[in-house]
């Protein structure tokens, strides 16, 4: 007990970022998309896998990422990470075997203490307890699967309690500093960009996942895939739909001139002469049913993104967040921002203007109303203000 108080002391005053834990030598990436579980242990029984002394842990690790994606509806970046983690483990797991800092043989299970090292050994690395939490949430959630599938005897966390972490208030803007991002915009896809991550409370995922379909301006709303692929539908404002319509017609436009530019460059080559070969064959006009071409180009639209990059393709969460570090610098905004910090504030400036915590926890898509607690906190100005309006109305009718 003594021992295993030192260890929990241990991981509670746990810092850094897993990042640059640089003590593992990365194995070959596993791939998300795995066959069953049957097939990953090579048509051998479950029995019989565990009875052979080759047993590794790495072979259990693909069937894993398949079930949370697959049976938990897991997102692929929380399937990502998870892959990360275990691998960071596993790798460090074979390591000591093979140095003999441990005492498991090939092909045991590590122990409980040998866990606890692991994340102990974490804290050398520099690492954030938030991190530390996260690598032990990996870590259960794996070896408790490993047990419920019949794969390993015992769970080596099984009854551990979780360190308890600090939670801290998170960054939000004031609405005197989202004004001045809003006033260094210079495209009109950056202002449409943050009108939906502050009008809308998306987050970047959200964001990026968006098609052109999604959108109804004529009702004033979008439909969105937050965690898990939960599709929720959102309220727009009118600065939203203002930003998102002169958006659409600067899209418009452009591709109208690239298709000018297309058909200017194929008139100029019907004068030239042409190069010797077969012959073009003409194009025949194609029959075809109205409904199957008008479903085709529904797909179409539907795949379609609302916001791409110049390469026309999907724009990507990284470039979200550089166009928001750097509106951020060019506002003069001095906090450390992302784009997450458009959400928080976005949930903040709700409540504090008298929103029901329970239609915040709606729009903001949480599966849990404790995870949407965390923005009841208010600045000392509104504080202020709300008990200096309540004191008016002390003693009256008494």
Wanted: net charge positive; proline share 4%.
């Amino acid at each position: 007990m003594l021992a295993l108080s030192v260890y929990m002391c241990m991981i509670y005053a746990m810092t850094g970022q897993l990042n640059n834990y640089s003590g593992l030598t990365p194995i070959s990436p596993i791939s998300i998309s795995t066959p069953r579980l049957a097939n990953s242990l090579g048509g051998q029984s479950m029995a019989n896998k565990i009875a052979s002394s080759e047993t590794n842990l790495v072979l259990f690790l693909a069937p894993y990422l398949e079930h949370i994606k697959a049976e938990r509806s897991l997102s692929l970046n929380t399937v990502i990470s998870y892959q990360r983690d275990l691998t960071f483990f596993t790798n460090w797991f074979k390591l000591e075997q093979q140095s003999g800092r441990i005492s498991s043989r090939a092909g045991t299970m590590p122990t409980r203490g040998e866990v606890l090292r692991y994340l102990s050994s974490l804290k050398a690395k520099g690492q954030q307890p938030a991190s530390v939490t996260r690598m032990l949430a990996s870590l259960r959630g794996w070896f408790g699967w490993l047990k419920d599938m019949h794969l390993v005897e015992k769970d080596p966390l099984e009854h551990f309690e979780n360190p308890h972490r600090i939670k801290k208030l998170p960054q939000v803007l004031t609405t005197a500093e989202i004004s001045l991002l809003f006033a260094v915009t210079s495209t009109a896809r950056e202002k449409a960009i943050l009108e939906l991550m502050y009008g809308c409370g998306l987050r970047v995922s959200e964001l990026v996942g968006l098609n052109i379909s999604d959108l109804n301006i004529a009702q004033g709303y979008i439909k969105c895939f937050g965690k898990g692929s939960k599709e929720r539908i959102v309220p727009v404002g009118k600065e939203a739909i203002a930003a998102l319509a002169i958006y659409r017609n600067e899209i418009e436009e452009l591709n109208q001139a690239k298709v000018l530019q297309a058909q200017l460059l194929r008139e100029a080559n019907l004068g030239k002469p042409r190069k010797r070969g077969r012959p073009r064959k003409e194009m025949q006009p194609v029959v075809a049913n109205s409904k199957i071409i008008a479903s085709r180009s529904r797909r179409a639209v539907k795949e379609e993104p609302l916001f791409k990059d110049e390469q026309g393709q999907r724009l990507s969460r990284l470039v979200v967040w550089q166009i928001v570090k750097r509106l951020s610098q060019k506002a003069g905004i001095i906090k450390s921002i992302s784009p997450h910090t458009l959400r928080h504030s976005f949930a903040t400036h709700l409540l504090e203007n008298g929103a029901d915590l329970r239609a915040v926890q709606e729009l903001l898509g949480h599966a849990n109303l404790v995870t949407t607690q965390l923005y009841t906190h208010v600045s000392r100005a509104h504080l202020k203000s709300a008990y200096t309006q309540a004191q008016l109305n002390f003693g009256v009718g008494l």
